[in-house]
């Protein structure tokens, strides 16, 4: 296997203490197939050189990505806490004004950490209060008061909870709207980027604003969810075979040029280590040609049964 690579960091503006994130993170959405536990992959990732971990409430993994950084800790492979960047996410079931405070209390207590560096809002929607549940029954969805939850979250942010704060899946519209309350502005929105669905209008909006972009399914959920025009793309696979690379190889080198920050999922050693290895090489314009004629299309739709028809407000 290859050494790995240290991985660049960028630092988010209107954080704490100006805390820097590697722009490459381990996703940890489960997946009903993975033959290996959630603490493991994360124990392996940072053997390997991974320092930034996306969980969220919602995947159920906050006590294993504890467990895992307080063995890395214990192994002394990792010499303080500081040295990992950790991502949580609140569930729309805790989208109130009144219980963000506790439900990250709550998240750093499973995770066995003092602090959050980034908390995300999970989706713009509000639930009652109670178990998450998914997909949402929209008959649960209640107004969603942005306004009060982004005090609340503010609120985290000077407490100390967190380092930093932002949303995920938020629209150009609901942004302008954060944009025009908040007093610390959004760190980061986490939302779906891959060569299939490449938001450039979303990108430009949050370059501007200087709000950090996090890809989410960067890889448009690889190649374990069966054929999908990313992983299966003749064209990509052309251009991985010129460069020598993988086709998630070129998914991630093409993310990384844009300045993007990502999080891929990848609980297998090898591919974990291939993720790894995109960034002492480049693509050329020809590729670029190419990866811009890829048929575009929104994987993740939405959270909800059925579907909501203003939650990406058209864009
Ligand atoms: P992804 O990272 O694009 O793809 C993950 C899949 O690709 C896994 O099945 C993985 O299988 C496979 N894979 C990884 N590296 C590979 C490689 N080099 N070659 C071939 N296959 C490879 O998709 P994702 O899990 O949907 O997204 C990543 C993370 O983003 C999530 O885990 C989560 O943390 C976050 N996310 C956030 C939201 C949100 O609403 N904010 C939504 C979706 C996802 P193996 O494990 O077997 O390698």
Redesign the pocket.
């Known amino acids: 296997m290859a050494a790995a690579p240290t991985v660049p960091v960028i630092v988010l503006p209107s954080s704490s203490g100006q805390r820097k994130m590697p722009v490459m993170g381990l996703?940890?959405?489960p997946?009903a197939t993975?033959k290996v536990t959630t603490k493991d992959a994360v124990l392996e990732a940072i053997k390997q050189g991974y320092r930034h971990f996306?969980a969220?409430a919602a995947?159920g993994v906050e006590k294993s990505v504890g467990e895992a950084i307080a063995e890395a800790l214990k192994l002394g492979l990792l010499a303080s806490r500081d040295e990992v960047f950790i991502t949580s996410?609140l569930w729309v079931t805790d989208n109130h004004p009144e219980t963000i405070v506790p439900a990250l209390k709550k998240s750093l207590r499973t995770l066995q950490l003092e602090y959050l560096d980034l908390i995300?809002i999970?989706?713009p929607i509000a639930t009652k209060p109670g178990e998450v549940k998914y997909p949402i029954d929209v008959s649960d969805i209640v107004e969603f008061d942005m306004k009060g939850v982004w005090g609340s979250l503010e609120e985290c942010q000077r407490l100390g909870l967190t380092k930093a704060i932002g949303v995920?899946?938020f629209s150009i519209k609901k942004l302008e709207k954060l944009l025009s309350f908040a007093t610390i502005p959004p760190a980061v929105n986490?939302v779906?980027v891959?060569l299939g669905w490449q938001q450039e209008k979303l990108r430009a909006f949050c370059k501007e604003k200087g709000i950090v972009i996090t890809a989410?399914?960067?890889?448009?959920?690889?190649?374990?969810?069966g054929s999908n025009l990313v992983?299966d793309n003749d064209v990509l696979k052309e251009i991985a075979d010129a460069h020598g690379k993988?086709i998630?190889?070129i998914c991630l080198r093409w993310l990384y040029e844009q300045g993007l920050t990502f999080?891929?999922?990848?609980?297998?050693k090898e591919?974990m280590n291939?993720?790894l290895q995109i960034f002492d090489w480049s693509l050329t314009e020809d590729d670029y040609k190419k990866i811009s004629e890829i048929y575009q299309e929104r994987l993740?739709k939405g959270p909800t049964k059925p579907l909501l028809d203003d939650l990406w407000d058209e864009e």
């Open positions: 996703g940890t959405a997946e993975s996306d969220a995947y996410k995300l999970h989706w995920s899946n986490q779906e891959n989410f399914s960067p890889l448009r959920k690889g190649a374990s969810r992983m993988t998630a190889q999080v891929v999922k990848s609980y297998d591919r291939q993720n993740i």
